[in-house]
């Protein structure tokens, strides 16, 4: 069993001084396979001080070297590829052929795509009179889940390292290995020292500490609407910069003359990537009830293929989840969504004698009003719901406290795209175009605050500076 003591605070791996040892366990195994001490409170203090002292120097770095930076820790870390993919299935328990490409593959490229975009900055621009600058927001702690590890720790470390921001990160301690990894690349690739650091620990414990501490300018967090209301009223009392990744229902609603097998077979693709533990999967299927009968028969036959088994066999389709607990949540919401009413799509597949599994699960006959139409259930469940006409389709898709992402199915026309843009979702998806890194990604209501991804990830780190400056000025200088 590895045992981890190490943090990296100012450049440097240096022993945790907390008291507890966190285990990490296998999803498919069930076997604790690895242990990492947590941080003290003065462990967390020392990061953000390191934090502080390097701001200015790294502010001031000139933006072709943070490029640089950030391209020499993309190099690093592409070395450690295979490991990384294995270590985040066995956390997480997505099957390592998707692993590879989602979980490692993705978030390595968005390094390199991030440094590119950051040319493209408005750092500078003239407003009349006034010089109007693009500025680092200070100290970061960035606190971050542990379904798409890497990915997630990527969306908030680079594009705030590009900004000139320095970092205290804090990952989820289910599932931390590939943050150490991290760490280990960025001290190879020769970052200075408290520009990024990294502690480990609980969330009421480290992280409270932390998105408590005066000298945090921002806080970045991906997590639980029910923890991101706390982060924020914690952030309020300091007036600190906030940016939420929080929860989601999103609705994919389909339209009469859309291509019903494409939908139903892209809808549950989506849901059931990573064992349904993605904040920003659809996880509702908004139909016509004259279209019920079909959709019904095409998930059924579509449930087949959802083979469960060990993530490092190439033939599994469905990992299990992340833990016991996660497992017991699904299948007591499945068990209270039957008991509302709801009918499941009988599709049997054998389920494996060791892991957290739940079945991909597909319901029938939801009602708007039931629970499970309306909070998260993170785990492989699909909700059918029936609408009488378009509105009501949008009304129904528009009808949860979340708003991170939707999807339309529907002729290629304006009135498609009308559709799509009534939608109350930060990203929403027609016919099954593809995710774009590029694109600003993040949610509206309960969904969260602010965008990540692209050349907007990179400005949530920014603050504006307006300087006026006298005509006079103008005429002896080359502005």
Request: proline share 6%.
């Amino acid at each position: 069993m590895l045992k981890h003591n190490h943090l990296f605070i100012d450049g440097a791996m240096t022993i945790a001084q907390g008291e507890d040892e966190l285990p990490v366990t296998d999803s498919f195994t069930e076997e604790v396979f690895a242990r990492y001490r947590s941080a003290s409170r003065e462990d967390v203090q020392e990061a953000v001080a390191a934090a502080r002292r390097a701001f200015t120097g790294w502010s001031n770095t000139p933006l072709n070297e943070r490029i640089a930076a950030v391209r020499g820790v993309a190099a690093a870390l592409s070395v450690h590829s295979e490991v990384l993919a294995s270590a985040i299935s066995r956390e997480v328990g997505m099957p390592c052929k998707l692993s590879a490409r989602i979980q490692v593959g993705a978030p390595i490229a968005a390094w390199e795509s991030y440094a590119e975009l950051a040319a493209d900055v408005d750092w500078e621009t003239r407003v009349g009179h006034s010089l109007v600058q693009k500025v680092p927001v200070g100290v970061v702690a960035c606190i971050t889940p542990w379904n798409y590890p890497l990915h997630q720790i990527t969306g908030k470390i680079v594009p705030a390292l590009l900004a000139g921001c320095t970092v205290v990160l804090k990952p989820s301690e289910i599932a931390p290995t590939s943050a150490f990894m991290l760490a280990e690349a960025i001290h190879k690739a020769g970052l200075p020292p408290g520009v990024f650091n990294l502690v480990h620990g609980s969330g009421p414990d480290v992280g409270e500490t932390l998105i408590s501490h005066p000298d945090v300018d921002m806080i970045s967090f991906t997590g639980s609407t029910h923890a991101g209301r706390h982060i924020a009223s914690v952030a309020g009392r300091d007036i600190k910069r906030l940016a939420l990744e929080l929860g989601g229902k999103s609705a994919a609603l389909v339209l009469p003359g859309a291509d019903l097998s494409l939908a139903v077979k892209a809808t549950m693709a989506s849901c059931m990537l990573n064992s349904g533990q993605t904040c920003s999967s659809m996880t509702r299927l908004l139909v016509q009830r004259s279209m019920l009968h079909e959709v019904e028969q095409l998930a059924k036959e579509l449930l087949a293929g959802y083979r469960m088994g060990d993530p490092a066999d190439a033939g599994t389709r469905l990992g299990p989840l992340v833990s016991k607990m996660q497992q017991q949540k699904v299948q007591a919401m499945i068990e209270a969504a039957l008991a509302q009413g709801a009918q499941t799509i009988e599709s049997y597949q054998p389920v494996p004698d060791r892991g957290f599994f739940v079945p991909a699960t597909v319901l029938s006959e939801v009602s708007p009003d039931m629970t499970i139409a309306n909070e998260e259930v993170f785990g492989p469940v699909l909700s059918i719901i029936c609408y009488d006409d378009v509105e009501n389709g949008i009304e129904l898709a528009n009808g949860t406290e979340y708003g991170l992402a939707g999807a339309v199915w529907g002729p290629p026309d304006e009135a498609t795209l009308s559709v799509a843009r009534r939608i109350r979702a930060g990203q929403v998806d027609i016919n099954g175009a593809p995710f774009n890194p590029a694109a600003p990604f993040g949610g509206f209501k309960k969904s969260g605050i602010g965008r990540e991804n692209g050349k907007d990830g990179i400005e949530e780190f920014l603050e504006t500076v307006a300087i006026q400056l006298p005509a006079k000025f103008f005429e002896l200088s080359s502005l």
